[in-house]
């Protein structure tokens, strides 16, 4: 049985990790990291081909080459989505090789990489370390894998890897084009994807590299968003990602009234907390309601002729838009949600790709996601503490992965625009299933019934003194949807086993997640 | 007395430099690195502004913040080449602080770094690692730097940074744009530069690093050369840089008769061994016989219709204008040379920026400078064995850095046009003064009186049989010159001291250079 103990947040976490002591949480900003970053082997350019030319005939040969054996841990990235095409046949490639128990850290699986649940079965793979979206969740909330699964944030794989707390032995990088020295880009080519940054922490840090494309182009391939003097070998491929499920052409608005509305209570909230100004900054993802919360933004900053400096993708063509109109001076692009971004990422130079190194990891010398004025994320569950979750449901099973959800929480205006219920089970609860944003960081949750601040955050309180905006204790709000929806969820049946942690942007573990029992 | 011994090069060598053991050159490709690279400690946002405001009211302050004590390393860049205004100030700051015996690594130290003999007589500055053209490298030949001058290619320099060789403590990085996060670009600002790829490896290794600018933007800076996650502080002063002397509005071609004759007889060789032809690449510096050979070259492949995939600078007008042109796909630029290489670094994606981890470090993954066709670099001497020398002229005084040089003679045809004599003294020797570039990389010696190409390259002479070049033997070159300047240079007065080493590509010592008498 794993040991838990009460980490500074109230929460049971396990004190070691698949064998690794780990770090309880110990409150924001409280941790302090020692020591130096993780460093890769010395290399000598007498040990790569003088002309340049490091492909290998295929995946298999090449993770031959790079001399995978057992117990090793794999490192991939998530920016071809549920169109990736490129996993499935790594580990397919090391069954073939007989080998045994390897780690995989993606920085997200995706519902496309389901059949790796028979190479968890069968003991190919031992255990997921990252974003489990869909049935690779299910799988692990089920207590069926061997190892206990991480979910780290996008800023936390960085951290984990930059500090040594993970070693990739070695990483498949699928690129939409690359060349043959290994200098790589997401921005063109058949399953072009925008960018690459999720993969940049595995180029660097890695002890072997491996880039896999289905567009290779002569020496240099510009831009390179991988440089080729980390990669070792490239691989060749038919297709590396099926493109329709990469991008989809257009990223749809919310058509529900409800949710519309929850929008425009978040763009009224920005502008009369005074958030939309000159030269301002904003984040918001790319699901419905956060597109709309964009779209009423840009009215009032066209209305008011306010123009921001940056804005933060995901990008989609509402940004796009925002960005060639002349209503913000850039995009800082963590990734491309549709093939306007792709396309914009490409063509114009104010808009510009990211990793989560520059906008996400804590463990560096400040980062892009605090200097937000404004960021808009979701949430599964909020308590009345402000305490929010992003990975699992009410009913206690894990189907999200974090994304970069916990590090945007840095910024200087965290926005929840959240329904209050869904499919009649609430939103707003006592305390929430697990644990991933600590409610100081939590500035505002938005609901159709009304706006909750923090009561932290008097600043935001005076000023919106006097505001016509539906303003509630976030406890008000909790009480009136228990009422609709005939009181508060049901308590999930959970086993002993705990099947994931969850880290903090710092590395400590903040909360963990239970077998899902029936 | 230094104790030396002998190198696979036939050269006495120190086997200790500063106290620290020095590992003698073994041959090109032989010495095997060891170990992992160089990791900076690791760091929280917690100990930066969340704001991302790192300003620093001085240099002098900044310094102190940044810990500088007695016998710290400094780290520079040479962007600004003689137009430095910030190295300078760095060390009279240090002075200001009482700080003693600091170790100077830059890229690269130019007469306008002059002043700074005065620190290194009064004990500020303890020595200097880095390229010294013209004062301080007779300031180093004379035997008065207390410790010894270590020489290093620019990949070298990057290699042993990288390596773990040469710890930066403290890294001052002048950046002629740059925002209040740290993050930097030379492309524009009133000193811009074009790129500041120098400066990078210090931006990732050095413990600490402080960007000093005179033209601070908003945040983002745009594009980000440097990137501020890797930047502690931020100086604000009125002058960087002094225009004037780090770019010329143009840069000369020869006009010489017997320089133009070498150009038009370098590129004829290009053209008739086959080298120019579609999709090729060449590298060629600023001088003006290399500028008149790019020129010739460039009518080659017009009149051929031949394109090359690309091409490497530093960068001038005239590589502008085959990029323009439509004469090559790509510059692979390294340093900008003029105003129209800063102009069209800024507005051209096809003029892309590089670094020395890019192009030139040898404990890499491979590096671009094995990539190309045709390298076309200068020398002070070349002996009989084809064995070159950069640094020092054949009366012992060091003048001269060795920038790329050593590292792009990994090309796949290196080429020295030269003159066979320069005042009346030789250029075509025996034996080298100082061994900068192993004979087995050289393969075309170009002069006014003739082509002599390496003998190991049977595959060029086989090419050439039945051209029209005029192809002769190097010995028959050398008796020829020496006839007419009456005999072989007489051999320079040196002392017994060693005031510096040369360091090969892979950090280990091919030669060291002594004090110079009278």
Excluded at 66 to 90: E, F, K, P, Y
Excluded at 309 to 326: H, I, K, N, P
Excluded at 327 to 351: C, K, W
Excluded at 421 to 430: A, G, S, T, Y
Aim: charged share 20%; glycine share 12%.
């Amino acid at each position: 049985m794993t040991k838990l103990v009460e980490n500074a947040a109230g929460r049971l976490v396990p004190v070691e990790i698949n064998g690794t002591p780990a770090v309880p949480y110990q409150g924001v900003g409280r941790y302090r990291p020692q020591g130096r970053k993780a460093a890769p082997p010395i290399r000598s350019c007498a040990d790569y081909p003088a002309d340049g030319d490091k492909t290998a005939p295929d995946l298999k040969t090449a993770l031959q080459r790079a001399g995978l054996r057992d117990g090793m841990t794999i490192g991939s990235h998530h920016h071809l989505r549920n169109g990736d095409l490129v996993a499935n046949q790594v580990f397919r490639a090391a069954a073939a090789l007989g080998v045994r128990d390897l780690r995989w850290v993606p920085s997200a699986a995706f519902p496309c990489h389901a059949p790796l649940i028979e190479l968890l079965e069968n003991g190919v793979i031992h255990h997921i370390e990252g974003s489990m979206n869909g049935p690779l969740g299910d799988y692990c909330s089920q207590g069926r894998m061997r190892g206990m699964g991480v979910l780290r944030s996008h800023g936390g794989r960085w951290q984990a890897i930059q500090d040594g707390e993970v070693h990739i032995d070695i990483a498949v990088i699928a690129a939409p084009t690359a060349d043959p020295f290994g200098n790589a880009t997401g921005d063109r080519g058949p399953a072009a994807c925008g960018l690459l940054g999720f993969a940049l922490a595995d180029s660097l840090y890695a002890d072997h590299v491996i880039v896999v494309t289905d567009n290779l182009v002569p020496f240099p391939c510009i831009p390179w968003q991988i440089q080729g003097n980390n990669v070792d070998q490239v691989v060749v491929m038919d297709r590396i990602g099926d493109a329709t499920k990469i991008v989809s052409g257009t990223t749809e608005i919310t058509k529900s009234p409800d949710r519309l509305l929850i929008a425009e209570l978040t763009a009224r909230f920005c502008d009369e907390a005074g958030i939309v100004r000159d030269g301002f900054s904003f984040q918001a993802g790319a699901g419905g309601t956060a597109l709309s919360f964009a779209l009423f933004l840009r009215d009032i900053m066209r209305e008011r002729r306010i123009k921001a400096r940056f804005v933060r993708g995901g990008s989609t063509q509402y940004l796009v838009d925002m960005l060639e109109e002349g209503l913000t001076d850039y995009i800082l692009d963590g990734q491309t949600f549709d093939l306007a971004g792709v396309r914009s990422m490409r063509e114009n130079p104010g808009h510009v790709n990211t990793s989560p190194f520059t906008s996400y990891n804590w463990h560096g010398k400040g980062n892009f996601a605090s200097l937000l004025d404004a960021v808009v994320l979701g949430a599964t569950e909020v308590d009345v503490g402000f305490n929010a979750n992003v990975v699992t449901h009410s009913d206690g099973r894990l189907l999200h992965g974090i994304g970069g959800w916990m590090n945007c929480l840095a910024g200087r205006c965290t926005i929840l625009p959240v329904p209050s219920f869904r499919d009649r089970i609430p939103v707003l609860v006592d305390r929430v299933t697990t644990l991933c944003g600590p409610g100081e960081l939590i500035d505002v949750v938005v609901t159709e019934r009304g706006i909750a601040v923090n009561p932290q955050r008097r600043d935001l309180l005076e000023k919106l003194r006097g505001s016509s905006l539906p303003l509630r204790g976030i406890r008000d709000l909790k009480a009136e949807v228990e009422e609709i929806v005939g009181g508060p969820p049901a308590p999930p049946a959970l086993g002993e086993k705990v099947v994931a942690a969850v880290k903090w942007v710092d590395g400590t573990v903040i909360d963990c997640i239970r077998e899902v029992r029936g």
